[in-house]
């Protein structure tokens, strides 16, 4: 399926769940927050929360600095 992260296009199995995402594209899995279609998802639900056709799925790196 085709879904789009951080404005990049990018296929990944059907049924694939944030967590899933997240493993296949080589990214953290700590100090990030993700959001599918606008809405934030907790970090407990990223292992069941399931991507859908074109889904936007935003990953957002903390930073620390002043």
């Not at 951080?6 to 493993?23: F, K, M, T």
């Not at 927050?33 to 790196?61: C, F, H, K, P, Y």
Request: proline share 3%.
């Amino acid at each position: 399926m085709e879904v789009w992260v951080n404005g990049e296009r990018r296929e990944l199995p059907a049924g694939a769940a944030v967590a899933d995402a997240l493993a296949a594209l080589g990214l953290p899995r700590s100090g990030v927050a993700v959001a599918v279609d606008g809405e934030v998802v907790r970090r407990v639900d990223w292992s069941t929360a399931a991507l859908t056709e074109g889904a936007r799925v935003e990953v957002l790196t903390a930073v620390q600095g002043g």
